[in-house]
Nanobody, 117 residues
């Protein structure tokens, strides 16, 4: 079992920045791909970015150049640095850990990000 705890959400004005954190309950980065998703009210959960076990990163087009996913292996923590936030990016942001070969997947409880115009 893996627990994921997100933090760092809050309210920010349009154009602002936030850094989200996701702390895992144990060392998992060598096995699990870590990802960030978000879900706005009335919308489907949307993939944002992932970092693989080898450190490879990938982003959805809408956040490329503005968001950066990274990890601190010693702290068992994944980050999502977000810049130039827009009001339509108001959502609950979720951390995900997936080891698809093993059939395991875990989600955090989410952290609210509110961007005002």
């Amino acid at each position: 079992q893996v627990q994921l705890v997100e933090s760092g959400g809050g309210s920010v004005q349009a154009g602002g920045s936030l850094r989200l954190s996701c702390a895992a309950s144990r060392s998992i980065f060598s096995i699990y791909t870590m990802a960030w998703y978000r879900q706005a009210p009335g919308k489907r959960r949307e993939f944002l970015a992932y970092i693989s076990t080898t450190g490879y990163t990938n982003y959805t087009d809408s956040v490329k150049g503005r968001f950066t996913i990274s990890r601190d292996i010693a702290k068992n923590t994944v980050y999502l640095q977000m810049h130039s936030l827009e009001p339509e990016e108001t959502a609950v942001y979720y951390c995900n850990a997936a080891a698809k070969v093993l059939g395991y997947e875990y989600w955090g409880q989410g952290t609210q990000v509110t961007v005002s115009s």
